[in-house]
């Protein structure tokens, strides 16, 4: 095991600067979503960067779960823990109650012997330290107070009340989290030389465990991404594993903390929806507007169990293959099963045990609030962008605020670049625009030239839009189509064969596949995926493409002829792109001939281009075609998306080629792809 730990490397840590998250600008397209989601204003868009104000951020790796470029990432305590195991040192992984969710086929008992067998000493459930804190939460419920009084279970919700919301940090319950009660237990019990680990599916814990207030009870959190990098080898086992019973102290109703009303369920109570006088909120955007309300006085409540997911089994590192409500029932499975064969007697025993651990804790002060602009600051950023009130704001949110008033705030408190405005840019481009056709007219340009010039301004205008539209509008898709592909498949493999409403299910299945297939065609024109350059031979890349068409029954009567020049030298390109493309045209093409006709597909060279021309026999193109051949959703066909052309060009143009069309009504149409022979990794001409 320690020379399986010490041939990983993990990038992501960095054990001077822990606990942060990253942004990966390279992949980063500049979307505004990570903006547009974060509850603390804590990213900044300046100068063509996305960056991550750590002294704001309060952890909830919203940013990182939701990011369509999986552009930011976290560091963590992962390379400290992998040192203690092949050091060989006493340690204790103290596993987060939301862990059956994520066992998928081993039993919690082989999940300990996996644990062990990569080198922790013990393995406890860290829903013990719930069930201490729950007997003290029941304690202060009991007893009466003047003023509500907010859980301190969540550490996102704790760090957003630190910084934001000062005004109710004296309403924060005094009470350490489950986390930090399990680690206080583990020293009471075994001293400071043994390491103490918690395993966890909440990104917040990173930073709480060096919180200053707490410090000193966890030597060290990773998330359950980490742990499944950890137990690569084992899960290569799977089922091959005997029963382990977890170490330490054992818990009773502790177990359900993870979920929806699991802090109130483990003091012992049944949480009652007319009970206002206790109030459980979860949700991002449920929580965060209650507690502005709670600060304002809008709302009340004795007690308030703020939540910032839908619970720890929602936690942003979490495995999202099951539902939430089917990770919620896999946590309260294990919690009953452990709990009939535990004697309640037995349980209070072991919670007096206990009694000398101190559960308290404190809160500092952590305001991070931004200085408010004055209402001429705001105007005349509105006005620089063009979006004064009442006619020029549009709201549209593509820069990631909400209002255009939003967006000027952030400029003027200096976490926004005033000019990252998309429909300002446009503008902008018109502009551009305008000076190219006044210089056209001045210089007398070539009017061949000038055409060019302004198609593609176009088309970067039409890109940058539809772009940012495409992205966007698959990552909205995405969720709600995989829950009804999900339940559909549910719903069919639960009819009897002879049900009648099979043949409807069926049909919403083939059309949420159909819609799946759009969505990847959106986010395929959208994200602009990094070319793998390397030595491609055109004349067998083509060969290749036709083995995958010629047997096809739209090809049974064409007549595909090849001219082919065997001189063509090896070029650097990617090989798998270029034969998307070629692809793309080909059944282009045979389309168009509705299976019956002549395709001619020539190879040639001049003193820098390999050229390809791919030419059918079918009608043509009409003129009004022609001009949108290559925008992006533009298709003549009944079930097309009417990307594959645009994604095509735009693979061309990466590789610095080009694509010409040449047609004329009922004389065919031919395709020309030039790319260059002096392309080189080297040279930096593919990127």
């Known amino acids: 095991m320690t020379q399986r730990l010490a041939q990983k490397h993990i990038p992501l840590v960095n054990t001077e600067k822990s606990f942060e998250i990253t942004v990966n600008n390279r992949k980063c397209r500049k979307c505004s979503y990570c903006i547009q989601i974060c509850p603390a204003k804590a990213i900044k868009f300046y100068r063509d960067q996305v960056t991550i104000i750590s002294e704001r951020c309060i952890m909830c790796g919203s940013c990182i779960t939701e990011c369509p470029q999986q552009a930011l990432s976290y560091r963590s305590g992962l390379q400290q823990v992998i040192d203690f195991l092949e050091n060989k040192e006493k340690t204790i992984a103290c596993v987060d109650p939301a862990f059956p969710a994520i066992l998928d086929f081993w039993t919690p008992g082989q999940f ?6 990569i080198g922790f000493t013990e393995v406890w459930e860290g829903a013990f330290g719930a069930e201490l804190i729950s007997q003290a939460y029941r304690k202060l419920l009991n007893e009466k107070t003047d003023k509500p009084l907010i859980s301190s279970f969540c550490p996102v919700i704790v760090f957003y009340i630190q910084k934001y919301l000062p005004q109710l940090i004296e309403n924060l319950v005094p009470i350490v989290s489950p986390m930090i009660a399990i680690g206080r237990i583990a020293r009471a019990i075994k001293g400071n030389d043994w390491k103490v680990i918690y395993i966890t599916p909440c990104l917040a814990q990173l930073k709480e465990m060096s919180s200053p207030e707490v410090a000193g009870a966890i030597d060290q959190v990773i998330t359950f991404k980490d742990l499944k990098r950890l137990l690569e080898d084992q899960l290569e086992r799977k089922e091959d594993h005997e029963e382990t019973p977890f170490d330490g102290p054992k818990p009773f109703l502790g177990r359900v903390i993870s979920v929806i009303g699991g802090l109130y369920r483990s003091t012992g109570s049944q949480f009652d929806i007319l009970m206002d006088d206790i109030t459980v909120t979860y949700g991002h955007r449920r929580t965060i507007g209650s507690l502005n309300q709670l600060a304002v006085g809008f709302i009340k409540a004795r007690f308030f169990d703020f939540l910032f997911c839908h619970g720890c089994v929602d936690g942003p590192f979490i495995s999202r293959d099951l539902s939430v409500i089917a990770r919620r029932q896999k946590v309260v499975r294990y919690a009953k ?149 999900i339940y559909a ?67 049974h009567n064409i007549k595909i002829e090849k001219r082919i020049d065997e001189e063509l030298p090896t070029i650097v390109a990617d090989e798998t792109k270029l034969k998307q493309v070629f692809l793309n045209i080909i059944l282009n093409a045979a389309q168009a001939m509705e299976g019956n006709g002549r395709l001619i597909i020539t190879t040639t060279k001049d003193k820098k281009y390999i ?63 030039s790319l260059p022979m002096d392309a080189s990794e080297d040279e930096g001409v593919i990127k």
């Open 112 to 117: 300990v012997t996996a644990l062990k067998k």
């Open 337 to 485: 099963q452990e709990m009939e064969k535990q004697d309640v007697l037995s349980v209070i025993t072991e919670l007096d045990r206990f009694e000398f651990v101190d559960l308290s804790r404190s809160f500092l002060n952590m305001e991070q609030r931004l200085p408010t602009p004055t209402e001429e600051q705001i105007r005349a950023i509105l006005k620089k962008i063009d979006k004064l009130p009442p006619n020029k704001n549009l709201d549209c949110r593509a820069c990631g605020y909400a209002s255009c008033r939003e967006k000027a705030i952030a400029v003027a408190q200096g976490i926004a670049d005033e000019e990252y405005c998309l429909p300002y840019l446009l503008e902008q481009s018109k502009k551009i625009y305008r000076e190219l056709e006044k210089s056209h007219r001045e210089l007398q340009m070539s009017h061949q030239a000038l055409e060019q010039a302004q198609a593609q301004l176009i088309r970067t205008e039409k890109l940058a839009s539809i772009g940012q539209l495409a992205a966007g509008v698959a990552h909205e898709i995405n969720n709600p189509l995989g829950t009804i592909m």
């Open 489 to 555: 498949h549910l719903l069919y493999k639960n009819l009897d064969k002879d049900d009648p409403r099979r043949e409807d299910v069926e049909l919403i299945i083939s059309e949420a596949n159909r819609a799946k297939e759009i969505v990847q065609g959106l986010l395929s024109f959208a994200r602009e995926t990094k070319l793998k350059p390397g030595p491609v031979n055109i004349n067998d890349l083509i060969e290749d493409v036709l083995g995958l068409v010629v047997n096809q029954s739209l090809f």
């Open 611 to 673: 050229k390809i021309r791919i030419q059918d026999t079918g009608p043509g193109i009409p003129p009004e075609i022609m001009a949108n051949l290559f925008s992006p959703f533009f298709t003549t066909k009944e079930k097309g998306t009417g990307l594959g052309l645009a994604i095509s060009y735009g693979i061309i143009e990466r590789h610095k080629g080009k694509i010409d069309v040449e047609t004329g009504m009922g004389k065919g149409t031919a395709f020309i792809i």
